[in-house]
């Protein structure tokens, strides 16, 4: 099924924007070893972000069929992935602040979104 690879970059900057209201809004900065996804799991088959490469980069492409081999002989990296993806879904949404600690409402709107995307993931790589 198309989109369904993960990609970390090796080399190189990229963009990160989302479209709202019809404009472009820069949401971050990909550099070396960051993930990205294009990736049916995160987003339920919608295009949620643009990531452009700004200048030459090298990325590495992880098949669904590799990421699942790795999750099935490291259960953590599950977790540890859903953790990842719901504090980049807060931090796009803007609920993650700059504070030093975060608040309650901040820390149970990351244990829900953890949890909603360990289950869509268990559910993808069929768990």
Not at 49 to 60: F, I, K, L, P, S
Not at 84 to 107: C, F, V, W, Y
Request: charged residues 30%; hydrophobic residues 40%; positive net charge.
């Amino acid at each position: 099924m198309e989109g369904e690879s993960m990609f970390i970059l090796l080399r190189g900057e990229a963009e990160v924007s989302i479209a709202k209201n019809g404009s472009t809004i820069p949401v971050a900065t990909l550099r070396l070893g960051r993930l990205f996804w294009r990736n049916v799991v995160v987003n339920r088959g919608k295009r949620s972000a643009t990531v452009r490469a700004e200048g030459d980069c090298y990325v590495m492409e992880i098949s669904k069929d590799v990421m699942g081999g790795v999750i099935r002989q490291s259960p953590d990296c599950l977790r540890q992935l859903s953790e990842l993806l719901a504090k980049r879904k807060m931090h796009t949404e803007g609920i993650l602040k700059d504070a030093a600690s975060p608040s309650a409402e901040q820390n149970a709107k990351q244990r829900e979104y953890t949890a909603n995307f360990l289950k869509r993931l268990k559910t993808f790589f069929a768990l």
